[in-house]
């Protein structure tokens, strides 16, 4: 059987459904009856419009299978689409609408067939409708969430722009090559907010035609970035009253078709900060450093006439010591004695005003080395030990602080220590990647929670200094030094025993002069 | 150098600091004589014989504090070294100041020693001691 010629083809379709259309129309209008959607739409219509629809439907039927031109009834049925879409109207349910009228077409238009072959095109009008009405269906459903995916992404866009705390604006640059021909196409609430609302009057307009040159000498700069898509930031200042003057931080970056946007903020009070947080961390150093100078200046000038006391003293006793009573020869041992005890005091007092005053470079040493170097000036007193446990570090920061601070705390469990028998344990942990935490633990009397505190503060000593000597800076010295180097000490001791224990780096940038 | 006796100029403005210069002289039997100035200023009229006193004869020696009002150890050093008269003379710096930038600045001047006098009584006799044997043995200019 040969392909039918379209042209013929159409034309008797014609004829058919001219002969057959009032039964086809009553058909489909009873299958559409059944339809909800359908049947609501059909009943919104009134009899006029359902009529010229009719004519309009007939014209176009004409138009198309007799003289074969389709472009209005393809445009009509893009429309008729949309139009459902919009109604609410499944594709299924048109769709099943058609399959009605082809039915109803054949059976009047072929009454001859017989029933094999009205069952055979039955059977292939169900398969093949089935499947357009499923494939239809999904299609659309994917397009509509497709659609939908987009709007929620350029909604979230939108969001973004809109509660943005940073001004956002968008430029497009009218005539290429001319900074007046930017235009202000969108500016965001938040760049209203930041630089006045006469910013919104200007969307739409070019700045050669806004008031003011504020924007002027950033212009050029615009055109670079979008000649050569390379983002640009600048600061700028708004206003000459330095009470009243703002700045701001902007960056410009090129967008498609010479679009241009810039992102600005206020950075007024930041810089402000910046400027008072600056202004303060000066003062400090300034008056850390005036303390500093006043204590190494003050111990230094205290020394001298301590000096000339003890000298008087020590002439006194040398020229008249053999006649003197002996009480005042008593007296004046002691006044030696506590002339040597404020001696001791200022020198420690100067030791610990110059932490830090001089650092010496960072060299690779070990924990073994230093406690060694430390015991060799101060061996432990019959009955003691001094031991490294653990691991041994291998440090690379200035060695003479870390050195002071192991020889005050190892002095200091051996000073204190109430019995005559001892034994001081020293040993490091890792503290995170960069640190060591240092434990010296003695068994010593223990120091009570409430004074854990207290005993890093200057001058502070638990015990009668005619009982132990000492000035109580020790401890001072070395949280000072502790600190310094960016670690923490502190106390643990719970009854008997006390252990210092202080985090040092592993390795230390000396920097600055 | 036998037959030349070596002065002493002793520049400081602690009077005590005097007395125990003196006094570790006597137990030390030094009969060189003393002479005092108590700053700079004092000090260099001394050695140039202005202000109606008569120059300090050489061979001299001086010790020298660095705290004094005036005219300090640190300014008097320069000021000697630049007196073509004055600048080879021989001077200890002998100060209480353990300042790493007051001993460098001392050497750069080019003295011959910078004592730390922390001791007093007998460790102060016995460094008198020690510069009456470096007197004796060192030649002078």
């Known amino acids: ?44 219509m009134s009899p006029e419009t359902r009529e010229a629809q009719r004519r309009l439907s007939l014209a176009q039927q004409r138009a198309v299978l007799l003289e074969g031109r389709w472009d209005e009834y393809l445009a009509d049925l893009r429309q008729q689409g949309a139009a459902y879409a919009q109604m609410g109207i499944e594709f299924r349910d048109w769709f099943g609408l058609l399959g009605t009228y082809r039915s109803n077409v054949r059976r009047h238009v072929l009454p001859d067939l017989d029933a094999r072959r009205v069952g055979i095109l039955w059977g292939m009008d169900r398969f093949t409708g089935v499947a357009m009405a499923e494939i239809g269906e999904s299609y659309i459903a994917m397009k509509e969430d497709i659609v939908r995916r987009a709007e929620a992404e350029v909604a979230r866009f939108v969001d973004l722009f809109q509660n943005a705390s940073m001004g956002m604006v968008i430029w497009h640059l009218d005539e290429p090559g001319d900074p007046g021909s930017f235009r202000l196409v969108t500016a965001n609430p938040a760049a209203a907010r930041v630089s006045g609302t006469e910013l919104l009057g200007a969307v739409g307009r070019q700045v050669r035609e806004l008031p003011g040159d504020s924007r002027a000498p950033y212009l050029d700069l615009w055109l670079a970035t979008l000649a050569d898509r390379a983002p640009r930031s600048w600061t700028a200042v708004q206003g000459d009253d330095p009470e009243t003057r703002r700045s701001f931080a902007a960056q410009c970056f090129a967008l498609r078709e010479d679009h241009l946007g810039v992102l600005f903020e206020d950075v007024t009070e930041r810089q402000r900060m910046a400027a008072r947080l600056d202004h303060h961390v000066r003062e400090l150093e300034r008056s850390n450093r005036e303390l500093d100078d006043f204590a190494y200046v003050t111990s230094h000038d205290l020394k001298s006439p301590l000096r000339d006391v003890r000298n008087l003293v020590s002439w006194i006793t040398e020229d008249v010591g053999a006649t003197l009573p002996p009480t005042s020869a008593q007296h004046l041992k002691l006044v030696n004695d506590r002339v040597q005890r404020m001696e001791q005091l200022l020198d420690d007092l100067l030791e610990y005003s110059r932490v830090g005053r001089t650092v010496d470079e960072s060299r690779p040493f070990t924990l073994r080395e230093v406690l060694d170097s430390v015991l060799a000036l101060q061996a432990p007193p019959e009955g003691f030990t001094v031991a490294l446990e653990g691991d041994d570090y291998t440090l ?69 200094r005619d009982e132990v000597e000492g000035s109580g800076v020790g401890l001072a010295i070395v949280k000072k030094t502790v600190e310094l180097f960016g670690g923490r000490a502190r106390v643990e001791s719970e009854g008997r025993g006390t252990a210092v224990v202080f985090t040092w780096p592993l390795r230390w940038a000396v920097t600055g002069a | ?49 202005t202000g109606g006193v008569e120059a300090l004869p050489r061979p001299y020696l001086i010790l020298l504090d660095l705290n004094m009002p005036r005219m300090n150890g640190l300014e008097f050093l320069t000021e000697l070294r630049a007196d073509p008269d004055l600048k080879d003379s021989i001077v200890f710096v002998l100060t209480t100041s353990r300042s790493d930038e007051d001993r460098v600045a001392s050497y750069n001047l080019n003295v011959a020693g910078y004592i730390v006098k922390s001791d007093v009584g007998p460790g102060f006799v016995r460094l008198i001691g020690l510069l009456d044997h470096y007197w004796r043995v060192v030649e002078f200019p």
């Open chain 1, 1 to 44: 059987m040969a392909e039918p010629d379209e042209r013929v083809a159409l034309r008797d379709f014609w004829e058919v459904l001219e002969a057959t259309r009032a039964e086809v129309e009553a058909a489909v209008e009873a299958a559409a009856a059944k339809v909800p959607s359908m049947a609501a739409l059909m009943a919104s």
């Open chain 1, 396 to 464: 690379c920061t200035p060695r003479m602080p870390f050195e002071k601070v192991l020889r005050n705390l190892i002095g200091n469990a051996l000073k204190h220590h109430d019995r005559a028998e001892g034994r001081v344990v020293v040993r490091a942990d890792a503290a995170g990647d960069d640190r060591i935490e240092v434990r010296v633990t003695d068994d010593g009397p223990g120091i009570r929670q409430e004074f854990h505190e207290r005993v890093f503060r200057v001058f502070q000593t638990l015990r009668p």
């Open chain 2, 1 to 49: 150098m036998p037959g030349r006796t070596v002065h002493v100029l002793l520049v400081e403005d602690n009077v005590i600091e005097h007395e125990a210069v003196r006094r570790a002289f006597t137990r030390e039997r030094i009969g060189n004589p003393l002479a005092a100035a108590t700053d700079g200023i004092e000090a260099l009229a001394l050695l140039r014989g």
